[in-house]
């Protein structure tokens, strides 16, 4: 029978130690390597290596020039938790296209294969239940994750694919057909909810000019559809304002 006695005072736990060590470490001194990471923490490299391995694998590190920085998983977090982190895009920034085009506006990085919401504006209440709910989303699911696929070179995009499960055929095929014109208009579009709700996003890019992130308006769709030109001009007009900042992100977005 479980003491919940003995349950009452938490005990320590090594590997849930070291992996709290390893991303407290990162996010005081952001651009350790992993021979930095292997002195301070006192363990094995081949240990420090397979955490970090994992932690990237789930989007809550990424590497850059063999140093070590916060993922996007860490700031999907604050979104679930009702906090806001938008990284190179302000929340003045989501809050200006939510006014703009009336609909809700979601910040969305791609970390591993799923895509995850780390800012919002607007007042959709299923799709912002839903982010805070479950902060990963397939990318192959979402509007944001689509318009990201169809950035990716042919190689990447057919590793990607060849990964996907069987049941996930319908979903590579409904992409296969929709990629060339994601491509050519930059954007990327979904229906959800049974038909009751629409969502257009297209990708921002970083400083070199490569998709760093996804921004998704999502709304009612007898309201959405009929303007769907105007709102895709819209988004694609002010991604590219964004895009002219010289300003620098903290975070891997």
């Not at 229906?191 to 760093?212: H, K, M, Q, W, Y």
Request: hydrophobic content about 40%.
């Amino acid at each position: 029978m479980l003491d919940l006695k003995a349950t009452r005072v938490p005990h320590p736990h090594r590997t849930v130690d070291r992996v709290t060590r390893i991303l407290e470490e990162v996010l005081y001194n952001p651009g350790l390597g992993l021979a930095d990471l292997v002195r301070v923490m006192d363990t094995p490299k081949s240990s420090v290596h397979g955490f970090l391995r994992g932690l990237m694998a789930k989007g809550w590190l990424y590497e850059d020039n063999h140093r070590f920085y916060l993922g996007p998983a860490v700031y999907g977090l604050t979104l679930a938790s009702g906090n806001v982190r938008a990284g190179l895009v302000t929340h003045a920034d989501l809050l200006t296209l939510h006014e703009k085009t009336g609909a809700a506006v979601f910040l969305g990085v791609q970390a591993g294969d799923d895509l995850i919401y780390v800012a919002d504006a607007g007042s959709d209440h299923i799709v912002g239940f839903e982010a805070r709910t479950s902060i990963r989303r397939r990318l192959l699911v979402t509007a944001g994750g689509k318009a990201l696929l169809a950035t990716r070179s042919a190689a990447d995009l057919d590793a990607y694919l060849r990964r996907r499960l069987p049941e996930e055929r319908t979903l590579v095929d409904a992409f296969l057909s929709e990629c060339s014109d994601i491509r050519k208009r930059r954007v990327a579009i979904n229906v959800r909810e049974s038909g009751s709700r629409f969502a257009i996003a297209t990708t921002i890019p970083n400083r070199d000019g490569l998709p760093s992130a996804a921004i998704t308006i999502v709304g009612r769709s007898r309201e959405m559809q009929p303007r769907k030109r105007q709102l895709e001009a819209l988004l694609t007009d002010s991604v590219d304002a964004w895009a002219w900042r010289t300003d620098v992100a903290r975070e891997a977005i």
